[in-house]
């Protein structure tokens, strides 16, 4: 099991660009979080999927913003038309059962230029 | 408001060192309060969970302790060394599937 894989690692984008993060969870695992991490700061929570359903996306920015886990595929976070306010590290959670344990992967560092 | 403060900010010691780093939250209803470890450019990995129930709990050289009267944990590390140096995260959940309620981290730095 390869754990919860991330990808890019690294994203760097134009303001005004696209941003697509991927997710894919562990094996098995079908509770999908993403969050987001500035710099000195801590994880905030953008949203919480569980296969093709948004269960909560209270953190989520109202525009720009959006996510989706497919039935098949990992999970997309998307960034549309970047600004250098959305430069941070997303880092996605994956959880067979949210009251035992969540695993989380690596992150993607967005670089807005 | 749901909050989890973490302190001191950062801490430096030296190897073979004990430390206490603390955390105090406002989330309620409780669930669960974690402490997690997450190196620098990595994703956060679980050290300890604790109910409601559990007061001690020990992971190797990591013990986390939980008061839920006073809404108080800590996480003491024995004989540091040089690897424990990363940020240490409390994170606590509230009833139902609801998300993790972070705290910003201790920064931890352990010298030789």
């Known amino acids: 099991n390869a754990g919860v894989m991330q990808n890019p690692r690294h994203l760097v984008r134009r303001r005004g660009q696209e941003a697509r993060l991927r997710c894919s969870p562990m094996?098995?695992?079908?509770?999908v979080y993403w969050y987001r991490q500035l710099p000195e700061e801590g994880l905030k929570f953008m949203v919480y999927l569980q296969k093709e359903n948004i269960i909560d996306e209270s953190g989520m920015p109202k525009e720009r913003f959006s996510a989706e886990f497919p039935k098949e595929g990992p999970s997309i976070l998307r960034i549309q038309q970047v600004v250098r306010g959305d430069s941070a590290a997303y880092f996605c959670?994956?959880?067979?059962?949210?009251?035992?344990?969540?695993?989380f992967g690596s992150g993607t560092r967005l670089t807005v230029v | 408001k749901n909050q989890v403060e973490q302190s001191p900010q950062s801490l430096i010691i030296l190897e073979g060192k004990n430390c206490t780093l603390q955390?105090?939250?406002?989330?309620?209803?409780?669930?669960?309060l974690r402490w997690y470890k997450q190196d620098t450019g990595r994703g956060p990995v679980s050290l300890t969970i604790?109910?409601?129930?559990?007061n001690t709990k020990s992971n190797g050289r990591y013990t986390a302790t939980l008061d839920a009267d006073t809404k108080q944990s800590s996480l003491h590390i024995t004989a540091s060394q040089l690897s424990d140096s990363a940020s240490y995260i409390c994170?606590?959940?509230?009833?139902?599937?609801?998300?993790?309620?972070f705290g910003k981290g201790t920064r931890l730095s352990v010298i030789a």
């Open positions: 959670a994956s959880s067979q059962d949210p009251f035992r344990g969540y695993t």
């Open positions: 094996k098995g695992h079908s509770h």
């Open positions: 994170v606590v959940t509230y009833s139902g599937n609801t998300p993790l309620v």
């Open positions: 604790m109910t409601f129930s559990e």
């Open positions: 955390c105090n939250y406002t989330v309620s209803p409780f669930s669960n």
